[in-house]
């Protein structure tokens, strides 16, 4: 809202119009030394690799590579990252204490046709010199990523217009996500209230609850992410549309009998689908015609 260049006010009296301090508009953040952000780059790879490594776990890895760290430093850095181990313990992922959790809904269910469940997660994306948060909202059935928004702090504006966004789009039965502030906050759950989604969050002692979407995360990050080294957050926005576009769109999937999710979740093709069904009879009598002489037994 400021005016630098060549303004009609002087910034003393924008500063004052704005309710903000004239000092804070030379302030330049310091940004993260090398080692903080090659640190948290590592933990990232052993994270997304072994995603049911907690702190002590991590520490110790990073300790037989030579790196000369305590559990707290690996703890404060995977806070900042937003990330924990997803294995048994009191939390999955920290949350305020004041915020209301919703039960595992999920515990007999599986995903059986498009919008029947949506899982959303949060996960760390390196840059050259720092890092992002990506969240992504998928479609279990299909696997499809529904929306996703990068942001560079995890503040919970950027999640609530991935949900915003996903639910122009449609509306699920169930929507699951971990116990994080992000999702037990009173801003996240009424938007789903409001749109009438049943609330589901990842239970206590359950490891494999968002299995789906931590597949997603190790899919986007092996097959873009660790390829590339973003130098500017422009770069990489630019560059994980183009994979998420890919991934939805041009990607074959193992578990969908090699369709994309957006065969699936689009165009309706039942993931158990062939891929290249048989030929009935009569595309076989059209072939005989289209060869002429030549038949075909």
């Not at 590579?65 to 939390?91: L, S, T």
């Not at 915003?164 to 996240?188: C, R, V």
């Not at 998420?244 to 957006?262: D, E, K, M, V």
């Given at each position: 809202?400021?005016?630098?260049?060549?303004?009609?006010?002087?910034?003393?009296?924008?500063?004052?119009?704005?309710?903000?301090?004239?000092?804070?508009?030379?302030?330049?953040?310091?940004?993260?030394?090398?080692?903080?952000?090659?640190?948290?780059?590592?933990?990232?790879?052993?994270?997304?690799?072994?995603?049911?490594?907690?702190?002590?776990?991590?520490?110790?890895?990073?300790?037989?590579?030579?790196?000369?760290?305590?559990?707290?430093?690996?703890?404060?850095?995977?806070?900042?990252?937003?990330?924990?181990?997803?294995?048994?313990?009191?939390?999955l992922?920290?949350?305020?204490?004041?915020?209301?959790?919703?039960?595992?809904?999920?515990?007999?269910?599986?995903?059986?046709?498009?919008?029947?469940?949506w899982?959303?997660?949060?996960?760390?994306?390196?840059?050259?010199?720092?890092?992002?948060?990506?969240?992504?909202?998928?479609?279990?059935?299909?696997?499809?990523?529904?929306?996703?928004?990068?942001?560079?702090?995890?503040?919970?504006?950027?999640?609530?217009?991935?949900?915003?966004?996903?639910l122009?789009?449609?509306?699920?039965?169930?929507?699951?996500?971990?116990?994080?502030?992000?999702?037990?906050?009173?801003?996240?759950?009424?938007?789903?209230?409001?749109?009438?989604?049943?609330?589901?969050?990842?239970?206590?002692?359950?490891?494999?609850?968002?299995?789906?979407?931590?597949?997603?995360?190790?899919?986007?990050?092996?097959?873009?992410?660790y390829?590339?080294?973003?130098?500017?957050?422009?770069?990489?926005?630019?560059?994980?549309?183009?994979y998420?576009?890919?991934?939805?769109?041009?990607?074959?999937?193992?578990?969908?009998?090699?369709?994309?999710?957006?065969?699936?979740?689009?165009?309706?093709?039942?993931?158990?689908s062939?891929?290249?069904?048989?030929?009935?009879?009569?595309?076989?009598?059209?072939?005989?015609?289209e060869?002429?002489?030549?038949?075909?037994?």
């Amino acid at each position: 809202m400021l005016e630098w260049d060549k303004p009609e006010l002087p910034l003393a009296t924008q500063a004052y119009i704005l309710s903000i301090s004239r000092s804070s508009l030379y302030y330049k953040p310091v940004p993260p030394s090398a080692e903080e952000v090659t640190l948290k780059h590592r933990i990232d790879e052993i994270y997304t690799k072994r995603p049911y490594y907690g702190s002590r776990r991590i520490t110790v890895t990073l300790k037989l590579e030579g790196w000369d760290v305590d559990r707290k430093r690996v703890q404060r850095a995977m806070r900042e990252m937003g990330i924990a181990g997803v294995g048994p313990g009191p939390n999955l992922s920290k949350r305020n204490m004041a915020h209301k959790i919703y039960p595992y809904l999920l515990g007999n269910i599986t995903a059986s046709w498009r919008n029947h469940v949506w899982g959303i997660d949060i996960t760390y994306v390196r840059l050259k010199h720092g890092w992002m948060y990506l969240v992504a909202v998928i479609d279990w059935y299909s696997r499809y990523v529904v929306s996703w928004q990068l942001e560079q702090t995890l503040e919970i504006d950027f999640v609530l217009r991935a949900v915003k966004m996903a639910l122009q789009k449609a509306k699920p039965e169930i929507w699951n996500s971990d116990q994080g502030s992000h999702f037990t906050s009173t801003q996240y759950t009424d938007l789903l209230k409001e749109a009438s989604v049943r609330i589901s969050m990842d239970g206590k002692n359950r490891a494999l609850d968002n299995i789906f979407t931590e597949r997603l995360w190790r899919t986007i990050k092996n097959e873009e992410v660790y390829l590339n080294e973003y130098s500017s957050p422009k770069e990489a926005r630019q560059s994980i549309t183009k994979y998420i576009g890919f991934y939805n769109c041009g990607r074959p999937h193992q578990s969908l009998n090699y369709h994309t999710p957006a065969e699936v979740y689009l165009d309706g093709i039942a993931p158990e689908s062939p891929l290249f069904p048989p030929p009935s009879p009569e595309n076989m009598e059209i072939g005989r015609l289209e060869i002429g002489s030549v038949s075909i037994a």
